[in-house]
């Protein structure tokens, strides 16, 4: 029998002031994923942290953490999932182990609990060195990892995550990554980003927002396929361009091809099949037989930002 999922809403919607922050989204996560809200800014990836957060209060809809009510059961949410907003209010004047020990004490773990699970968190999230320091003299990079520390301190089913490399330099984008990386399987995340290679680096599906509506959920892979229809091939042929052109017209696979001289007297041809038939076997046996030199053959591979203006963009042209 399929486990429950840790995060199930339906029909979710939160207004501000007459501006509809989130319309009517529905979603599901399963345990154990990391799944990425990805969207520009104002899409509403914050308001839907915060009303799984138990921050926020929606105007309609159900939204449920682990099984349990988020609106009229928002103490045992609160015990099943590890917080970090964008702006993580830490205890600056505090040191950093013993704020973890003060934040394990209010989450309602005991004392000899708490010291443990604080040894657990230092060393997960490469506090070592500065535990003893105090929290507002130390690097953005090092707080954001404190702020991991006391999302995971009570070791939650669910972590949230709001834009959790923001304002931070390459070197510690990598370092929190690859923490969080850390933790997928052994807990169920949720990250909120706009930052496009956030997502392709963190998490194994996505969901894209805009103007509080969700326009697709999927895996990257999926989203690849049903963006580009798997119809699109590159290759890189060493051949006379006009033999190209005479293969591509002649095959009636090919509904679209072009043509295009580059380095080293190869040939990039970006070809389009009809009914997404794969022309590559097609390809690779022609370049054999009239002694063509191949030395690229691949389905053209869109990145996380063409995918997301390509949803975007098409769902403005359908309203």
């Known amino acids: 029998m399929d486990e429950k999922p840790i995060i199930e809403t339906a029909n979710l919607t939160k207004r501000f002031s007459g501006r509809v922050a989130i319309d009517n989204i ?8 990391v799944v990425g809200l990805l969207g520009p800014n104002g899409a509403g990836k914050t308001t839907t942290m915060r009303i799984l957060s ?5 105007n309609s809809g159900t939204a449920k953490v682990a099984g349990f009510d988020v609106f009229s059961q928002p103490y045992e949410v609160k015990r099943r999932i590890g917080y970090m907003p964008e702006n993580n209010p830490l205890h600056k004047d505090m040191r950093v182990r013993e704020y973890l020990k003060f934040r394990a004490r209010l989450k309602g773990l005991g004392w000899r609990e708490s010291r443990k699970r604080v040894d657990v968190m230092v060393e997960q999230c490469g506090l070592s060195e500065v535990s003893n320091r105090i929290i507002g003299h130390l690097s953005k990079g090092y707080q954001q990892r404190v702020g991991l520390a006391d999302a995971l301190v009570h070791n939650p089913e669910l972590i949230i995550l709001d834009e959790p490399t923001i ?4 070197n510690q984008i990598r370092s929190v990554r690859h923490l969080i990386k850390t933790l997928a399987g052994k ?13 392709e680096m963190t998490c194994n599906r996505i969901l894209i927002l805009a103007e509080g509506k969700i ?10 396929k049903k963006i ?14 006009s033999h190209l052109r005479e ?12 043509v295009v001289p580059i380095d080293g007297g190869y040939i990039r041809c970006l070809i389009t099949s009809k009914d997404s038939a794969d022309l590559r076997q097609a390809i690779y046996e022609k370049s054999v037989a009239s002694g063509w030199k191949l030395r690229e053959l691949t389905r053209k591979r869109y990145t996380l930002e ?12 359908e309203e």
């Not at 529905?26 to 994923?33: C, D, I, N, P």
Request: charged share 25%; hydrophobic share 40%.
């Open 187 to 199: 807990h169920t995340i949720l990250l909120s980003t706009h930052n496009l290679t956030e997502v």
């Open 247 to 258: 293969f591509f017209e002649s095959n009636n696979l090919v509904e679209d091809f072009d």
């Open 26 to 33: 529905s979603f599901t996560v399963a345990q154990g994923e």
């Open 228 to 241: 580009s229809g798997e119809r699109q091939i590159i290759a890189e042929i060493m051949a006379p361009i």
């Open 54 to 58: 138990c921050y926020l209060m929606a």
């Open 306 to 317: 063409d995918i997301f203006f390509k949803i975007t963009r098409n769902e403005k042209e």
């Open 167 to 170: 304002g931070l330099d390459p």
């Open 215 to 224: 326009l697709a959920a999927d895996t990257p892979d999926n989203l690849q």
